[in-house]
Structures are given as C-alpha cells and as structure tokens.
C-alpha cells in the first residue's frame, strides 16, 4: 500500500503564501504522479495541481500563475507553493499519488488525510 503524509496548511490573510508538504511511503513499484485536489464542504473535489515523474504539469485555471507545484522524486514528495492567496481558496488540500504496488499491479489513485487551508479576506 502506499501512505501518504501532509503537512503545511493552516490559516493565512488573503495575498499571503503558504506551502504545502506530501510524502510518500509504503511498499509501491512506482509512482507515475503526485499532485493536489481539493474540496470545499458540499462540492466535488477539484484538480489543483499534479506532476507527472517525467516532469509533465497540468494546473486548474483558478491557480494558475499563483501556485506552484514541484516534485522530489528521489524522495517522493511533492510540494504546492500557494501564493497571492484568496478567500476562493479555503479548502481541504488532498495529496494524491497514482501508484503501482505490487499487490495492485494496476495503477490507482491514493489519497492523504487532507489539510485545512483557510485564507481570510
């Protein structure tokens, strides 16, 4: 199984940054991405952000010029650089990494516990 670990959120003023932390860990063949969802209360989860291992990025408009995703593949981690935060931004942050382990050769989505980020106008 794969486990991942977030760290990073919290509270922050509209116009300010915060930077976001998700590792990896756990008995995985690989990882062909990681990256960030989000959800707002009675929403669905959105795509923030993901990195694919060869480097490939896809971003959601909404963040697009604001937040920045990078990638440490040698340690699994993958981070989000929020910056020029605005109140549309409150969420649940989500990490995801799309594995293979080698009780589930197939590629799957696995998901973190999720950090509040809460940015106040």
């Known amino acids: 199984q794969v486990q991942l670990m977030e760290s990073g959120g919290g509270l922050m003023e509209a116009g300010g940054s915060l930077r976001l932390s998700c590792g990896a860990s756990?008995?995985?063949?690989?990882?062909?991405?990681m990256g960030w969802y989000r959800q707002v209360l009675g929403k669905q989860r959105e795509l923030v952000a993901a990195?694919?291992?060869?480097?490939?990025?896809n971003y959601s408009d909404s963040v697009k010029g604001r937040f920045i995703i990078s990638r440490d593949n040698a340690e699994n981690m993958v981070y989000l650089q929020m910056n020029s935060l605005k109140s549309e931004d409150t969420a649940v942050y989500y990490c995801?990494?799309?594995?293979?382990?080698?009780?589930?050769?197939?590629?799957?989505?696995?998901w973190g516990q999720g950090t509040q980020v809460t940015v106040s106008s």
């Open positions: 756990g008995r995985f063949v690989s990882i062909s991405a």
């Open positions: 995801f990494a799309r594995a293979r382990t080698i009780s589930w050769p197939s590629e799957r989505d696995y």
């Open positions: 990195e694919t291992t060869s480097g490939n990025t």
